[in-house]
Every structure is written in C-alpha cells, then in structure tokens.
C-alpha cells in the first residue's frame, strides 16, 4: 500500500503533525488502483449449476447503480422482459421473463451473478442474453445488416455493472 509523505501546513498536534487529508485520499487512491483486475469474460468460473461465486471485480456492487442499469434501454435493459415493481416509473415492462421482485430471496448473491453473467449456464435455452460474454456466440452480425461483425464483440455490460445489478437484485426481497 502507498505510504503517505505529506503533512499539512499548521496541522501540529501536540507537536506531531498530522497526515493531510490528500495524502490519505491519495494513498488510499492508489491502494484501490493496485487491487485486482475484473475478471475477464473468459475467465469467468461457473459452478455446475451455474452460480459465480466470485465477485467480478472485488469491488462491492452498487445498488442504485445496478437500478439505473436495469432500467435503462440502452444497458441492461432488464425491464423490456422482466417486471421490476420497485421500479414504478419505467413504463413498458416486459412479461417475458419472471418478475423480479423478490429475486433476492430467491436466488444466492452468486445465483445472480452468474444469470444475470450468463443465463444459459443455469437456465438451458433461455432466451435471456449473456450480458458478460465476448465470444462462442452464433453468427453476430453487424448492427442489422446481416454481415459479419467487424471486430471481435465485447461483453453486453463491463464487470462492475454486472456487481452493480446483482447488488440492486439483491435488495429486492418479497
């Protein structure tokens, strides 16, 4: 871990300074930077039921965040399949999937992680798409134009939206 070196200008405190306020910022800072790196899609260790027990990222998810993910058409989009009563103003939920009140009880934290990961490890022929996934897929095309994709595809939501997802999912308890 970093060490802190800088005192700040007239902090003495019976004759000891003390450390600036920056200096801990800073060096908590870079402590956070040289934590682990999120696990890559292909990296990702699917019990045999298909929950993922380890947090993608080591950092704690968000739960307001995750709520923002799942509402939102242009992330997880979770809504235009699941119900979610918890989030009243988003109009034109889905009925596809289960509702997903309740989803906390139901399922472990690492349950989630690995559905809302990848749906098809524990639930064989879902329609539900692998939102931490960047390859085996079956003909990915090019925005709607029926040719190939140029690049390789990269996951549908990075490592720390899907923790910030599965904390929201959590909460919801019946």
């Given at each position: 871990?970093?060490?802190a070196?800088?005192f700040?200008?007239?902090?003495s405190?019976?004759g000891?300074?003390?450390?600036?306020?920056?200096?801990?910022?800073?060096?908590?800072?870079f402590?956070?930077?040289?934590?682990?790196?999120?696990v890559?899609?292909?990296?990702v260790?699917?019990?045999?039921?298909?929950?993922?027990?380890?947090?993608?990222?080591?950092?704690?998810g968000?739960?307001?965040?995750?709520?923002k993910?799942?509402?939102?058409?242009?992330l997880?989009?979770?809504?235009?399949?699941h119900?979610?009563?918890?989030?009243?103003?988003?109009?034109?939920?889905?009925?596809?999937?289960?509702?997903?009140?309740?989803a906390?009880?139901?399922?472990?934290?690492?349950?989630?992680?690995?559905i809302?990961?990848n749906a098809?490890?524990?639930?064989?022929?879902?329609?539900?798409?692998?939102?931490?996934?960047?390859s085996g897929?079956?003909?990915?095309g090019?925005g709607?134009?029926?040719?190939?994709?140029d690049?390789?595809?990269g996951?549908?939501?990075?490592?720390?939206?899907?923790?910030?997802?599965?904390?929201?999912?959590?909460?919801?308890k019946?």
């Amino acid at each position: 871990m970093a060490r802190a070196v800088g005192f700040s200008k007239g902090m003495s405190v019976g004759g000891r300074m003390k450390v600036s306020v920056f200096a801990l910022v800073a060096s908590v800072g870079f402590g956070a930077a040289a934590h682990a790196a999120d696990v890559a899609p292909g990296d990702v260790v699917y019990d045999e039921y298909g929950a993922v027990e380890q947090s993608l990222t080591g950092t704690p998810g968000n739960p307001e965040e995750g709520a923002k993910i799942v509402g939102s058409k242009k992330l997880g989009n979770c809504i235009a399949c699941h119900q979610v009563s918890a989030l009243p103003d988003i109009p034109f939920q889905g009925e596809i999937g289960p509702m997903l009140d309740g989803a906390g009880d139901r399922w472990t934290e690492a349950e989630l992680r690995g559905i809302v990961a990848n749906a098809k490890m524990l639930f064989e022929g879902t329609m539900m798409p692998a939102f931490y996934k960047d390859s085996g897929y079956i003909r990915p095309g090019k925005g709607y134009t029926g040719k190939a994709a140029d690049d390789t595809l990269g996951p549908i939501l990075a490592a720390q939206q899907i923790e910030d997802v599965v904390a929201y999912l959590a909460t919801l308890k019946d």
